[in-house]
């Protein structure tokens, strides 16, 4: 099971504050909730500021190795989002030095670009780390939306 393990449960005791909705409740706030989210399948993971605004998401079950790194490439891109470049970049890093074979290593690739070059706006920040994407995931779609950067022979 996925909520129980122990990486799953420091994760979320360290970076998130949990709230669990029963989709199936007939109560009005519920209804709100799940007509707000357009929530249409469980467990519906979102990832949301202190707002209420939606930072990250994704559906379906994981098992704890995923749901881990996914968990902390979604801290990652709500750091980003939220502005705070240099602990987005450091969260990244994270996910790829403890996640490197999970399927959201890819996605925290080309985001540790990103945010390393928001963070000098050197381009190399970002083609070195869109490089190193494209040797160490090159079947992912992380891979093929740095493509562009690829030169054409």
Known sequence: MTYPDPAVETAVSTFFVPVQINTQDD??????VVRRFRQVWTPDVRILDSDGVELYRW???????????RLLTGRAEALLRSGR???????????????????AAAEAAYFAGVS?????????DLLDNWTALQHR??????RTKQSFTESKT
């Open 27 to 32: 109560t009005p706030a519920t209804h709100d």
């Open 59 to 69: 559906n379906g079950y994981l098992p704890p190795t995923e749901f881990t790194a």
């Open 85 to 103: 470049d240099p602990e987005a970049a450091d969260a990244y890093a994270d996910v790829l030095r403890t996640h490197p074979t999970s399927f």
């Open 116 to 124: 390393r070059y928001r963070l000098t706006h050197e381009p190399a």
């Open 137 to 142: 995931y090159p079947s992912s779609q992380w």
